[in-house]
Structure formats: C-alpha cells, structure tokens
C-alpha cells in the first residue's frame, strides 16, 4: 500500500478485556520518559546508583552477518559440522563493546539499559525495529508501534491477557503450538479449532466456524481473537501465502476479530522439497538479500489497513533463545496496554541482553541483518533438504498428491520399506505405507502421519496407543521426538486421535540427524512386524 495512502487504525478498544481495561497508568509513566535524559539528576526513584554496576563495558566476538552462505548447497553445513569434530571453528568475527559511560550521547549505553524505566526498550534498539518494520513488514496504516516483549511466549500471553475474558474462545489452527493453549487455558480461555490445508489455516473454514458460530450450543460468545502461526507453522511446517492472508484479514474485518500472529519463523522460508536428483541437475539461482526479502511471503501487518493485527517477533530463533527478547508489532492503543502490562511484571527486557543485540544490530545495521537472516534461512533449508533426503535413503518414498484434509493438494511422500536382504523373509508387504509426510516450506519440523491402519495390532489397540508405544520404542532406541497429540487444539479435531509425530531437524549435527533418522526406520519397520 502506498506509504500516503495510509490511514491511522480504527478504535478497537471494545476488544480489550476486563483486566486490561482496569490497568492503571503506573504512577512511574511521568517520569519514565526523562529517563535516560543526559544530565538528568534523578531523585525520584529508587535506582541504584550506575557506579556500583559492576561492569565497565560488556562485549563479546561476534560472528560477522556473511557467516553462512546464501547458496543453497548442503557442503556448507557439512563442512562446519567437520570443523567442529576437529576443533578448528572457521568462524570469523569482529568485536563489539557496549560501554557502562560511552563518550558520545548516541552510542548504545550500558548505564542506561542496565538501569530502571526502559520498559519501551533501548532507544536505539526500538530505532533499529521501527525501521525493521517499515522496510520488512510494511504496516498498512500509518500509526504502528513496536514494544519491546521477552519473546513471543510472553508476547502471546500479554496479548491474551490484554484481549480476553475467562470464559471466552480463542480462533486457532486445528493442530497448533501447545504453549500457546497451555498459557490460556488456566484464564479460562480455549481454543475453536479450524482446519487447515498446506498453508494453514483454511479461510472458507474460518468464515464457517464463524458465520455458523451457535453461541448456545458453543457455551461462550463468538470469539474476537485468533491465535496463528502462518509461517513454519508449528507442528506442520506450512506457510501461509500473501493471498491466503488477504482473504483471512477481510473475514478478520467482517467478523472483527483481532489477529495475533505469531510468526517466530518468518525468516525461515524454505520453498517446496525437491528431491536430491533434481536439486543436482538444476544449481539455484541465488537471490540477492533484498530479493530474499521481497521473495518472503508477507506479514498479516502488510494487509492490516485498520491496525487489528498484533504481529509477535522474537530474537530467539534468529539470534538465541536465551536472549529472551522480542518485540510487538501493533496499533499505539493495543502498544499502551501491552506496555502497562509488562511494567507490573517483567518491567523490561534483561538490559545486557538488549544491549549486546543492540550493538550487534547496529553495527551490523539493516542490510547486514538482513544477510544474516537470509543466510540462516539457506542454512534450515539446507537441513530440510538433508533431513529429508535421508528418509528417502532409509525408505521407499512415493510422491502422491493429498486428496483430503490437511493434505489436500500437497506433494505427499508416502513411506514403505525398502526390501533389506531378503525381503520374502519379512512379515509386511513391501508396500506396506507406514507413515507419510510432506515437507516443511519453514521452519523447523517435519510432521508425519503415521498409518497405524496398516498396523497388525489396529483391530485390538487404538492409534493413540499405537503412537504411545512406538514412540516410547524410538525414544528408548536413543531418539526423542514429540508425539503428535501435543499439538492437536482438542480432541474434537478429526485427525485428533490419529497417529502423528513432530520432528525437528533444527538442531542436531549432520551425521547426528542421519543416525537417527537410521534408528526411526529400524523401529518404525520392527514395530509394523509385531503382531
Ligand atoms: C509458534 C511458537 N511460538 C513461540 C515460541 C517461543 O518463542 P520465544 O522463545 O520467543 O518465547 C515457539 C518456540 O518454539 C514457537 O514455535
């Protein structure tokens, strides 16, 4: 939307919820915005003085933003996990320092994000996500803000706080996130499940659930708020494209309900699995940082011409859990709140934290930002693309196209043995369909779904219990993955009570995700043998 166009957002404060509504002004607010004035004697509060902070400066080596290569090419991330075997880290890095007393009045000030009353964060961290923002997001009205949260699990459970009544419903994908569900259920609050498709949640469905929504039959009023992870959704590594969005806002706007997105994978756009054959015939063309960008599919924000969007993003999959910071995207109305919020528990992001990421994005500023995210993304593409060549080794892969459900339309791999030494002497059949997947467009996790139909044991045991027992099979073989009904919203979803595994390829080594890719087959062919 072009930048004149753009309106302010509308008065969506019908949406808050009784506590946010009670949320006094702290009695700090007047004061907050002199602080980290220079010059300012300060007697009002009880601050400790900055002299007895016991660090001069804090610092550290950081990796530079060029550190992992945009091409997609697998020998990169193989070639990392050998340096490491042999203790020779190739990486290279550049120092940064953030001083207790900087000498000129922009620099990032340690004194400053170490001490009391920056509950909107470090100035010039909210400086770096507002023009982060404006050029990645691109809000379609005029008047959004950002507020520093310590990543999206708080984000999403200030939000709920802020926009829900115990009693109430929240709009959620059918499988989803479970700390999102386990954050809201102790207020009372719980989710409607919508079915999804391969980018997620399905717009004719949600228009169903609300358009038919019977507020007797449902025990509470229609809901107002939607809970979704568009990208990499968590568990089924869909991502939701710009016109899917687009069609979920207007119904947004129609139904008012408000969007909160949470979207921790958003760099971690992947594009479709081509099989390794393929991917040696044909070398990707490689796309320039910008062209990355643009090639992303969008935000909700994009779309969000009234402001009813409160986009979560967090550092913690692009710099590191640990930092526990991230940052709202919203209205200046929803912002207040949020921030009200925040100053009665966590007050503000942890200051070193702030001021580490804070020089490190500076100096690296945006384009190198935006090199580093971009080569991350070539990194879990590279992963995927590992990962899931090694169930094409182990198992006989059959690309199908989905017919129903959450598949329907989607490149299906369906997974049978492969015949191992003599194949006469094996109980299956050779065709036997164990599980089938498709692969992740983000993010981090493979899903699958399990053909416990297929089990001899299915007439005696249900799936659940077919899930249970495999899984404890593999875990006890070395190789821990989550079970599927972690994520199921309830148990009224359809595939609820089917066999589903969530997988994540993120973390361990190369060599590491072969192996256990190696013990999953052997489990998974003996558990389909046992009678
Ligand atoms: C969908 C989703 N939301 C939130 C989080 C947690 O994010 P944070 O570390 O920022 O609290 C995760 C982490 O796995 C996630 O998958």
Request: proline share 7%.
């Amino acid at each position: 939307m072009a930048q004149e166009k753009r309106e302010k957002a509308i008065d969506l404060s019908h949406h808050l919820s009784e506590l946010s509504k009670k949320r006094q002004t702290s009695p700090l607010k007047g004061l907050a915005k002199y602080f980290g004035r220079p010059g300012l004697i300060s007697l009002a509060g009880g601050m400790p003085s900055e002299a007895y902070f016991p660090f001069a400066n804090i610092g550290g080596d950081a990796l530079i933003p060029e550190s992992f290569a945009v091409k997609a090419d697998e020998q990169e991330s193989s070639v990392s996990w050998f340096w490491k075997l042999f203790g020779k880290p190739k990486e290279r890095t550049n120092p940064i320092t953030v001083p207790k007393f900087p000498t000129k009045p922009d620099e990032i000030n340690l004194a400053v994000a170490l001490q009391y009353g920056m509950s909107t964060g470090l100035p010039q961290l909210q400086k770096f996500i507002d023009e982060f923002i404006a050029k990645v997001y691109q809000p379609a009205y005029s008047n959004c803000e950002s507020l520093v949260q310590t990543g999206n699990t708080d984000g999403w459970s200030r939000a709920m706080q802020t926009l829900c009544n115990p009693g109430e419903m929240i709009l959620t994908e059918d499988w989803t996130y479970p700390s999102a569900l386990a954050s809201a259920r102790p207020f009372g609050i719980e989710p409607v499940p919508v079915p999804m498709d391969k980018e997620g949640m399905k717009s004719d469905e949600l228009r169903k659930v609300l358009a038919e929504w019977d507020e007797k039959a449902r025990g509470a009023k229609r809901p107002h708020v939607m809970y979704t992870v568009p990208v990499g959704q968590n568990p089924s590594g869909a991502t939701m494209g710009a016109e899917r969005k687009k069609e979920i806002y207007d119904i947004c706007v129609e139904y008012d309900v408000i969007i909160v997105e949470d979207d921790p994978y958003f760099f971690l756009q992947m594009g479709e699995y081509k099989p390794k054959s393929i991917r040696d015939q044909q070398s990707a063309a490689t796309e320039s940082d910008d062209q990355f960008l643009a090639n992303l599919a969008p935000s909700f924000v994009k779309f969000d011409y009234q402001g009813r969007v409160i986009r979560l993003d967090t550092f913690s999959k692009y710099i590191a859990p640990g930092s526990r910071l991230g940052f709202f995207t919203c209205n200046p109305m929803f912002s207040e709140r949020l921030q009200r919020q925040g100053e009665t528990s966590t007050q503000a992001p942890c200051g070193f934290g702030q001021s580490l990421i804070a020089q490190l994005l500076t100096t690296w500023k945006f384009n190198g930002y935006a090199r580093w995210l971009h080569g991350l993304a070539t990194q879990y593409t590279d992963r995927r693309n590992f990962f899931v060549d090694c169930f094409a080794e182990e198992f006989h892969l059959q690309l199908t196209t989905g017919a129903q459900g959450a598949w329907e339309g989607c490149a299906v791999y369906a997974a049978s043995p492969k015949p191992r030494g003599n194949a006469m002497s094996e109980k299956y059949s050779v065709g036997t369909k164990m599980f089938s997947f498709v692969p992740p467009t983000s993010g981090m996790f493979l899903w699958i779904n399990m053909h416990f139909e297929n089990h001899p044991s299915i007439q005696s045991e249900p799936e659940e219990t077919l899930e249970m027992k495999l899984w404890t099979k593999i875990a006890d073989a070395g190789v821990l993955i989550a079970p599927g009904w972690y994520f199921a919203a309830n148990d009224d979803i359809p595939e609820a009570g089917h066999g589903h595994f969530r997988i994540s390829f993120s973390n361990a080594e190369f060599p590491d995700l072969k192996k256990a890719v190696q013990i999953f087959s052997k489990v998974t062919r003996e558990f389909f043998e046992e009678q």
